[in-house]
């Protein structure tokens, strides 16, 4: 496995930031809900004005394949399962809950330690709501 410019992740003198990381992250999710964003999707805003209901339209695209994937997850018949198929069902073991929830209100609690990062970071002056950071259409979607 390959580490940052493309040096190994067990190179001599390489030390992880965060001792069992993925422990440390299936800690933050039963003491505060920090449930493990990996991947957002981006839409220019142009497309959003052109098309309205191009952000709802996506949001339900994705919400209906990850209902089959989590559905298939929680009955055993994902075959093969790799490292993300086994921490997403890490995840539903620790919440009883989808592994995978979409929209700002499950996901609140770490979208707004994220701008606080980003704030304390100086990759944002200051702070935005969250609600500023995706299309109307889809503040109040969950999946």
Known sequence: ML????????YPGVVP???????????????RGFYPINHVLVVRDELLAEHPDLAADLFAAYADAKKRYVADL???????????DRMYARVMQITSADPLPYGIAPNRAMIDQLIRYAVDQQILTSPVAAEDLFPDSTHHLTA
Do not use: S
């Open 3 to 10: 580490g940052l410019h493309g040096i190994p992740a067990d």
């Open 17 to 31: 930031l965060i001792p069992d990381a993925a422990e440390a992250g299936y800690r933050a999710l039963r003491d």
């Open 74 to 84: 929680a009955e055993g018949f994902v075959t093969d399962p790799g490292p993300t």
